[in-house]
């Protein structure tokens, strides 16, 4: 079964949009399995005791949804939808707190997430009226990112495969992990996100008939910090990772052993870039470079991803599955 | 020549590595005299033969693997290398699980799957040492 989690982060918001997107997710024709509040604000409320929510609560139990209010850890939305991502699920519908879906919206992003193969995402139009990127044909491509309107900013006609996506999507989870080497600010963090996705193969998609309006608010938002630095930091970390997206990066961050398995597969890998403690078996860059150029390097960590996978085959197979 | 690799790696807690195989002198009392056994390890690792070759580099080692007719250790990193000149040998285990860490090419001997820790992908920190995890020397002799 496709079970389905909704996930929305929420800082700053409780009294304005957020209640609107509640409403909005309960009123879906096609329900998520599980809803989950990441409550990232500075000085969290029992929502509990606020009347609206309290009918909130009350309809999602009438609807058998389950849900779920999770105080967040306070380190960036990147932080938050890995915990989603890593719950078990295996679809995420993550919903930005001022982005209102329409009815329809899971119910098509779902049905492109499940008939067409290898899906690795779907989004749909996220429209903040006035409207001002009608008339823009964007091409969705990585390269393109920094000269034309992102693809969801339009009224998607038809569907589309695209490199990334911006916001409020659907994406299969547990296959890829956000970048937790990124700021609070989490800047890029949805384009690195899924076009780490497509570059693991999976296919990205923007989709028609699944709109979502942005009620832009600069009040609240879970990236509600001003700090240029963050946002050079966290471009920075982007833009070394594209530069490096035709190459197979490979970071060995582990022991001797590791590294002279890992030394078998190296002949069917296109064109590695290794990171590595013991350049005397195969010739490396640090680690202080990788974690320097690409922030977190958790998503080479093979002993993780075994323990993630449940894994029970060999450690060469790890590699293999982690790298080819 | 037999090359023997007795231990793991250090632990930075300082405790005993639970993959270090814990009957050593019995297994090699048990080899006849007139085989040569080399010893390879680092600086501070007891010593168990008179041919304690130790801080090797790897080409060394290679060399040295080649030379033997057949290799002794625990799971660490010189099963990997060993495997990697294709040189099959005999490795002891206990509470590492020789399906992930260990090589088809070789002789792995695991007393029982009952004494593998629970998460196998955790530093060995927290494991403790157990000598019962391990196959008795008069087991392993039969191997060689």
Known sequence: ???????????????????????????????????????????????????????????????????????????????????????????????????????????????????IDSI???GGSILTPPLQFEGY??????????TEPNIQWSNIEKIKE???????????AGVHDYNLGLSRVAHREETLFTYGLKQKGYRILAAPHAITW?????????RSESKKEMYAHDDQIYRNIINYRDKTIIILNCGLGDHIVFNKLLPDIPNPVIFGC????????????????????EHWNIYKKMDQWKWTESLENAFRKLYL | MILIHPYAKKLISGKKNPKNYPYWEELIQKIPKSIHIVQIGIEGEKQLVDDFR???????????????????????FFQHLAWSENKAGIVLWSVSDP?????????????????????QFLWWENTEHNPDAFIKPEEVIKFL
């Not at chain 2, 260990?102 to 629970?118: E, I, P, Q, S, W």
Request: glycine share 4%; proline share 5%.
């Open chain 1, 137 to 146: 044909f964007p091409t969705g491509k990585i390269e393109n990112i920094d």
């Open chain 2, 99 to 119: 399906l992930i860490y260990g090589h088809t090419a070789n002789n792995n001997l695991l007393k029982d799957r009952v004494y593998l820790a629970k998460n």
């Open chain 1, 120 to 122: 690795g995402a779907v």
């Open chain 1, 214 to 222: 942005h009620l832009k608010n600069p009040e609240g938002g879970i």
């Open chain 2, 54 to 76: 130790k801080n090797l580099p790897i080409n060394q080692l290679k060399q040295l693997i080649k030379d033997c007719r057949i290799w002794i250790g625990v799971d660490s």
């Open chain 1, 278 to 297: 013991y350049p005397e078996i195969i010739p490396c860059r640090s680690i202080a470079e990788a974690k320097a150029l690409f922030g977190d390097i």
């Open chain 1, 1 to 115: 079964m496709d079970k389905v989690l909704c996930s929305v982060a929420t800082r700053g918001r409780y009294f304005t949009t957020l209640p609107l997107v509640l409403q909005a997710i309960i009123n879906q024709t096609k329900l998520p399995d599980k809803l989950v509040i990441f409550d990232d604000n500075d000085e969290p409320l029992d929502m509990r005791k606020e009347m609206i929510y309290q009918y909130f609560f009350q309809i999602l139990n009438i609807k058998k949804v389950e849900w779920e209010w999770i105080y967040a850890p306070k380190k960036g939305q990147h932080h938050i939808h890995q915990i989603a991502n890593e719950m078990g699920y295996k679809w995420v519908w993550r919903v930005d707190d001022d982005a209102i879906p329409e009815p329809d919206v899971l119910k098509n992003l779902f049905s492109y997430a499940t008939a």
């Open chain 1, 162 to 172: 695209v490199d990334h996506l911006h916001c409020s999507f659907l994406y299969r």
